[in-house]
């Protein structure tokens, strides 16, 4: 089971960091790669959490988003998914660093099946370089 930790810098502040982390309009998809337009499903969502399907044409997941702006954290659990186990899922912590945002990232992901067994191998390769892409172009000044 692959659990990997990267830290990223961005230009937001902490705040903004946090809004676009668990931002779940449409714009997802135009601000994380790995999020299809197509496959975003938003089933519930309050004060400091929601549950959303998302992904793309190899994987989906649905997972229960909960956040605590005070803190600077964003947990997402696995509820369901194609590739993933339940109870996988990712963590952030943001810091604020000079005028933006440090974001520690920390992803725990147990593949399910072949596929999702395979992608996790994949992961445990590229993974580090993928998050750390994904998440600094996420949380880019627009």
């Given amino acids: 089971m692959p659990v990997l930790h990267v830290s990223v810098t961005s230009p937001l502040p902490p705040q903004e960091a946090l809004q676009r982390l668990t931002d779940f309009s449409p714009s997802r998809a135009e601000n994380w790669a790995g999020v299809d337009g197509n496959n975003l499903k938003v089933h519930g969502?309050?004060?400091?959490?929601?549950?959303?399907?998302?992904?793309?044409?190899i994987g989906w997941e649905r997972q229960r988003y909960t956040w605590d702006a005070t803190a600077g954290t964003v947990s997402a659990v696995t509820l369901n998914s194609n590739i993933w186990a339940p109870g996988s899922g990712w963590n952030y912590t943001i810091m604020p660093e000079g005028?933006?945002?440090r974001v520690e990232v920390t992803a725990v992901r147990k593949g399910d099946g072949i596929k999702g067994k395979l992608v996790g191998a994949l992961l445990s390769l590229i993974g580090k370089r993928v998050i750390s892409s994904s998440t600094a172009a996420a949380l880019a000044a627009r």
């Fill in 99 to 101: 005028t933006g945002s």
């Fill in 45 to 57: 969502q309050g004060d400091g959490w929601a549950e959303v399907t998302e992904g793309n044409k």
